[in-house]
C-alpha cells in the first residue's frame, strides 16, 4: 500500500478504485448478483450451507435482526457439537466492522453464533492500520463475501468527535484520534443533535467508502465476489437499516 494520491497513481489502479466505488454504490441498491460461487462450507449447526455470496450472506443478517428485533432470537450455532466442529477451523460468512459501545454486540444484533461473524469493533467505527488489516484478513483469508459498516443511533465516539469540533477543544489522550478521524463527516450547517446524527451516518459512508477503495478489497469487488454495505442500528427499535 502507497501513500500515493489518485493523481500520482497509476491508470490502472485509478481505474480499480473507481471501479470499486461504483460496486459500492451498486450493493447499496441492492444489485449485487450471486455470481460468485456458492460456498461449500456447513454452517456450525448442520442446516445447510453457509452463505456464499454477497447477496446470501447480507439475508442471512436481515433475517437475523428480524429475529432479534421481535424477540424470537434463535441464538444459533451455540451448542457442545458447534463447539467441538470449530475446533478444526472457521468458516465466517460476513465481517462486521462496528462500534465498541456495549449495546451493540453484533452476534446478538444479528442473532448470529460462534464461527458466523467475523467483528471487528472501534469507536466511531473508525478505521486504523489495525482494523483495515482485520477487515482484508476476512476477505482475502477467510474468502468472506460481505463486509457491514454498522453504525448505531447515539454514538458517544461520534458525539464527543462534534462537540470538541464545536467547541475548538481537544479530547484527553488517544481519543483526540477518534475525533480526527470523524471529523470529515460532520455537517457544520447543523445544529445540536441533529448535527450528531447526520455525522454518525456520513461516519458510515466514508467509512465503507474508503474500504471499497482499498486496492487489496477491490478486485474482488469488481468481480461480484465481495460487497462492502453502510448499515445503522436504532437503539429505539433494534433495527439494522442499510446506508445508501
Known sequence: MTGDDERGAPMGRRRLIRAALTGVVAVAAGLVSDTSATSTATRGDGKGPRAGTPKSALRELVAGNVRWRSFRASNP????????????????????LGCVDSRVPPELVFDQGLGDLLTVRSAGPVLDEVVLASVTYGVLELGIPLVVVLGHQSCGAVTAAVEA???????????QYLADQIRPAIDQTLQGSARVDAAITANVRL????????????????AGGLAVVGARYELTSQRVDQIH
Open 77 to 96: 450455532d451455540r451448542t457442545r457439537a458447534v463447539r467441538q466442529t470449530l475446533v478444526a477451523g472457521q468458516h465466517p460468512f460476513a465481517v462486521v
Open 207 to 222: 467509512v465503507r467508502s474508503r474500504l471499497a477503495a482499498e486496492p487489496d478489497l477491490a478486485p474482488k469487488l469488481m
Open 165 to 175: 469540533a464545536q467547541a475548538g477543544h481537544t479530547l484527553p489522550g488517544h481519543m
